[in-house]
């Protein structure tokens, strides 16, 4: 059975910074692409960031020099650092393995002063 256990996120000021952690389970870690999307309030869900099963990242234009993605195999966990946080920032963030249906519980993250 697959478990992305996603862990991170809160309250944070303007400015600050959070990291997320998404760990899974029941899956060949080191062989899915991995992904971070977040959905505000009405709005879609979108992407945030990606990391290949060869460690070559992608980012939403939004994010680009603020937030990293990173990936550790041995502890089959991937982590979003999110730094210079703006309110826009405030969603709920997903973790995702894959193409497939294999997703995080999501996790809030909220900037505001």
């Known amino acids: 059975q697959v478990h992305l256990v996603q862990s991170g996120g809160g309250l944070v000021q303007p400015g600050g910074s959070l990291r997320l952690s998404c760990a899974a389970s029941?899956?060949?870690?080191?062989?899915?692409?991995m992904y971070w999307y977040r959905q505000a309030p009405g709005k879609q869900r979108e992407l945030v960031a990606l990391i290949t099963t060869t460690g070559s990242t992608n980012y939403a234009d939004f994010v680009k020099g603020r937030f990293t993605i990173s990936r550790d195999n041995a502890k089959n966990t991937v982590y979003l650092q999110m730094n210079s946080l703006k309110s826009d920032d405030t969603a709920v963030y997903y973790c995702?393995?894959?193409?497939?249906?294999?997703w995080g519980q999501g996790t809030q993250v909220t900037v505001s002063s």
């Open positions: 029941g899956i060949f870690f080191s062989t899915y692409t």
């Open positions: 995702r393995a894959g193409q497939g249906g294999y």
